[in-house]
Each structure stands twice: as C-alpha cells, then as structure tokens.
C-alpha cells in the first residue's frame, strides 16, 4: 500500500483577536467562536517572579487568590466550580501569572462570580497560607534530591548569575519567612489594571464581553513604581555539582542567544528541532537508539521576556556520562560542518508545522498562541510568518545558523552526577 503523501500548508490564517481597550487600562481580546459551547478566559498578570521582593511570593499570591474570598470560603469556591463543571487553573513563570476560568457557556455567569471573588477579593487566609507553604516546602525538598531538578536550578544560575532574576533560586527556608501582609502587598502592587490584559476566547458574546470587561474594569490602578532592572549577567561555562551515590547524571548545555523578537529565532528553532526536538532527530538517534546513553534528550530555544536561550537536558546513566557529553558535542559539530541533507529537513519542517496545527487546533489553542503573540509585542499574523520562514529555511541556512550560535566556546556546560565523575569532566572542553 502507498502511503499518502505528506501536505504541509503554505500558509495559515488565524484571526487576530478583537482588542477592546477598557476605561482603566486594561486590555481585552475577545476570540469569538460559535462552534463549541465553551468558553475559557485568562486574565495575564505581569506579576512573575522577577518582580517580587521576598522569595516565593509571586507564586504564592498566584495559588492562594482561591484559598477564601470576602464572601467564600475556599471549599464553597471548589464546590460552586466543580458543581457547574468548570475548571480554574494557575500558570506562573518568571515574568507573568496566567489565572484561567474554563466553563460551559450555560454556566458562564456563575462562574464568572467565582472569578470575579477570586481575582478582585482574595483574603490569603493565614491557616490556607500556612499549610500552602508548608507543602511546598516539603515538595521543593523532595524536587531536589533528584539529579534533573537540581541540573535545571544550577543550568539558570549558570546562565544568568545566581543574583539574577531568571537565574536565582532560593533556599526551602524561605517559605518560613512568608507572610499574609507579604503576599497581600505583593497582590496590591501587581494584581493591576497597569499589569493586566485579558484574553477570552470561544463562545464569546456581547453579554459575555460586558461581564468579563466588569470585572477586568473592577482593577485598580497599578501604583507608582521604579522601571524594572535586571542585574548584570554573570556566566559560568562549566558546573559540575555532585550528587552523591546518584545512578544517573543530569546533564543541561546551552547557551545565551535572545526572545523570540529576534529574526533568528524561528530559524534557531528548526536547528533545536533537528538536533533534539522529536523523537527521530540526532541527539535522540545517537544517545538512545545507537548507544542506549539514555531514555530521551530535548533540544529547544526558550523564550522570556527580556531574553532567551538555546538548551539541550537529558540524563544519562553515571557510568557513560563522558561518552554521552562527546557523542552531544559532536552531533552539534557535525550540524555545524555539515548541511542537512534535504529528505531530513523536509522531516523536520513537516514536524514543526504539523504540532503549529495540532495547538491551533481549537479556540483555547488559539488563545494560547495568541497571549504568547500579545506578549512579544505581536500579533496572530505572526503564525503565518513563522511558517513561511519554516518552509523557506534551507540546509545551507541550518548549518550557518548552527555555525554562528552554536560555537563550543559560547556552551554552558552543567553536570549534576555522583562525585566520582567529576574528575577530567570538562577536560579538552575549553
């Protein structure tokens, strides 16, 4: 039998969100779409980590807002969500807190009194306060008994300096030092109409536009503050941390290169996928299926606010842990040197534009791709430029783009594994 063949769009269209700019500041994007009886709003807060002033009270404040309200407590929020079937959910990262409310478009009202408790009432009760901290101070302990977690902790202070807001980490200790009047100033100063846009999308009406712009409305002003400034990056290229007794090695390389603004971005993506962004790519190839090195590698560029990196992770058993750094390094070599023969990047290609499909298969899709525009500053007509680049990307345009960024000497190198492979580990890196 013949297998069908392989259509790749040339081009997507994706329609831009309907900006509606409230009285207070805030922006609202509405994402009309009839065919499902749903609908999902995000209220996007700039209230990441890099802006709190005590360790931990970003992500406090973020999963705590449920915890009890002026008029609820937290198990009547709970129940009133889960009676309607609707679901409420937290994203934090170190720029922005993305708080979500999903309902069925019959149960739209009652849910948005919920969000609206939850987002302009929140009372961050001291006993919820004190058991939230308590548990995630056993789960952060827990985290870092393992080789991955600790690898992804050092690989940030590595990149950026260990004083640096996209590279800092705190003791487990520190959520001992949280307080409600903490996290209360913290939600004043940044639970704003100044810090806030909205997007909703689905089954979006003009009675669904008036409430949500009600609450969005109900924000206050964000107060007086100083520019926000990052600290100087301090790089170090090579870190081992042990991990004594540990079978298995964390291994992170990358480096520096810049946010998803930059021209080449789209481009070092197609590089990422091929070296480890599936399942078949290079990385994968040489460490699992040829030498059994490991059960998977990733490769890929990740995007912040004010900067971006190119990374490779994975974990390798102890005892290979050279071989498999020499086995990475020379598959970043060889892509390097050498253009990738067309049938690979045609692969590759198909495989990046098919999961742009799946994601923007569905308007909650859309929605996500659509913050992710809002928040560098463009917007959905992005999409269909990002795939032109994809398609027009050639093997010669790889390897000069490997051969610019993905110089051994610009590598951060961490290891976490047990103590006795640290000796002659960067030997002949430098």
């Known amino acids: ?59 406090a404040v ?4 449920a915890e009890g309200t002026a008029r609820m407590t937290a198990l009547e929020i709970a129940e009133k969500l889960d009676y309607h079937g609707s679901w409420f959910d937290v994203n934090i990262d170190r720029d922005n807190a993305y708080i979500s409310f999903c309902t069925l478009s019959k149960f739209f009202d009652q849910t948005m009194e919920v969000a609206s408790e939850i987002l302009l009432h929140p009372l961050f009760p001291q006993k919820e ?14 985290e870092r008994t393992k080789v991955d977690s600790l690898a992804r902790e050092e690989f940030a202070g590595a990149l950026f300096g260990k004083s640096h807001p996209y590279g800092v980490s705190y003791p487990e200790a520190a959520y001992d030092d949280i307080t409600r009047s903490s996290l209360e100033a913290f939600y004043r100063a940044h639970y704003t109409a100044g810090d806030c846009f909205v ?3 689905g089954q979006v009406g003009e009675h669904e536009t008036e409430v949500i712009s ?5 924000l206050p002003p964000a107060p007086e503050r100083e ?48 070296l480890g962004g599936y399942f078949g790519s290079r990385l994968m ?33 102890s005892d290979v842990t050279h071989e498999a750094l020499d086995a990475i390094y020379a598959e970043i070599e060889l892509l390097r040197r050498e253009p ?58 790889i390897r000069r783009l490997a051969s610019k960024y993905l110089d051994p000497e610009e590598f951060v190198t961490v290891v976490v594994g047990d103590d006795s492979i640290g000796e002659g580990l960067f030997d002949n890196r430098d």
């Open 285 to 317: 190839r040489n460490l699992r299926e040829e030498n059994g090195y490991t059960y998977g590698v990733m490769a890929a560029m990740v995007n912040f606010q004010q900067s971006g990196y190119f990374a490779i992770a994975t974990q390798v058993g």
């Open 129 to 142: 306060m004190e058991v939230y901290c308590q548990k995630r101070k056993q789960r952060l302990a827990i």
């Open 214 to 218: 009600r609450i969005a409305s109900a």
């Open 227 to 274: 520019p926000l400034t990052f600290p100087r990056v301090e790089t170090r290229h090579r870190v081992f941390t042990p991990h004594t007794g540990a079978v298995q090695s964390a291994i992170r390389i990358g480096r520096l290169l810049f946010p998803r603004q930059h021209p080449d971005f789209t481009g070092m993506q197609v590089v990422a996928t091929a």
């Open 62 to 65: 973020a999963n705590l807002l």
């Open 340 to 397: 990738l023969p067309e049938e690979e990047l045609d692969l590759v290609k198909n495989m990046m534009i098919g999961e742009m499909m799946r994601i923007l298969d569905g308007p909650f899709g859309i929605a996500d791709v659509s913050i992710e525009n809002i928040l560098c500053g463009t917007d959905n007509r992005s999409i269909d430029r990002q795939i032109s680049e994809i398609r027009s990307m050639t093997p010669e345009d």
């Open 1 to 59: 039998m013949n297998r069908p063949p392989i259509i790749t769009p040339a081009s997507v269209e994706v329609a831009n969100a309907r900006l509606s700019t409230l009285s207070n500041g805030v922006r609202l994007y509405t994402l009309a779409s009839q065919d499902f009886e749903v609908l999902r709003v995000t209220f996007v807060f700039n209230a990441g980590s890099t802006v709190q002033d005590a360790p931990f009270t970003a992500s």
């Open 199 to 201: 997007v909703c999308s």
